[in-house]
């Protein structure tokens, strides 16, 4: 693991768990607290995934709004090359230039979509994904745990406007769900399950004060 003055930062869950909120929370309250949120260019800015970088947003178009069907291992790979591009170009020097990123999905998404949802395996998913790393994990991991029934209705599916993804239906949904779940027993001391069904205020305290004990352990890491 290569050393790095920043903090990563990345929100995960299933479909319409209320991520892309509470990231732009967490950037706005990071900020405040008078961190250097975001890459240099895009101050105090989410970085979403797959996307933020434009290799990243031309594979997201294919990934979900392209052919309306791509074979298992060809969608896995296709999210390992968004990612790769992202960590090279964007992660790395932001980090190395001690940026505080938050990242709307990373690595676990794979995990918890391709490796269990699409029953390809996770360490099968994190083999390929590896490469692309160069070493790099999140600081801390915070999935919002929300029921993928009700998931899915706050989702474009619930308003007929699904994605690829979100076409895949509520059985999916769960199995993704308690994908994240196993990945949290797994992770223990990166990846935490925040209660994303309460009131978005009560959630929000629960991710910045996450986030906060890794920006403290990241400084003390740095002390020592
Ligand atoms: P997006 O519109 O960003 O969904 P959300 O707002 O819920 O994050 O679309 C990303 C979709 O891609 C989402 O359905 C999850 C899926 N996905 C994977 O299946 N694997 C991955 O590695 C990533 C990053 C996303």
Wanted: glycine share 12%; proline share 5%.
């Amino acid at each position: 693991m290569r050393k790095l003055r920043g903090v990563l930062i990345s929100l995960e869950g299933c479909d319409g768990c209320g991520k892309s909120t509470q990231a732009a929370l967490l950037c706005e309250r990071l900020a405040a607290c008078g961190l250097p949120v975001g890459p240099a260019s895009a101050s105090g800015a989410v970085i979403r995934e797959p996307g933020a970088t434009p290799a990243g947003e031309a594979i997201r178009n294919v990934l979900l709004h392209g052919p309306s069907s791509l074979a298992p291992w060809t969608e896995t790979l296709l999210y390992a090359a968004a990612r790769a591009e992202l960590v090279e170009t964007v992660l790395l020097p932001e980090l190395e230039a001690g940026r505080v990123l938050v990242l709307d999905r990373f690595l676990d998404s794979s995990l918890a979509y391709q490796g269990f949802a699409r029953k390809l395996g996770v360490d099968e998913v994190l083999a390929v994904n590896e490469p692309g790393l160069h070493g790099l994990l999140p600081d801390v991991t915070l999935v919002l745990d929300v029921d993928p029934v009700v998931g899915l209705a706050r989702s474009g599916a619930g308003d007929g406007r699904a994605d690829r993804i979100e076409a895949e239906g509520v059985e999916f949904q769960q199995r993704v769900a308690a994908g994240f779940a196993a990945l949290a027993r797994r992770f223990p001391e990166r990846v935490r399950l925040i209660d994303g069904f309460r009131d978005v205020e009560l959630v929000a305290a629960d991710v910045e004060a996450a986030a906060l004990e890794a920006v403290a352990d990241a400084g003390l890491r740095l002390g020592g």
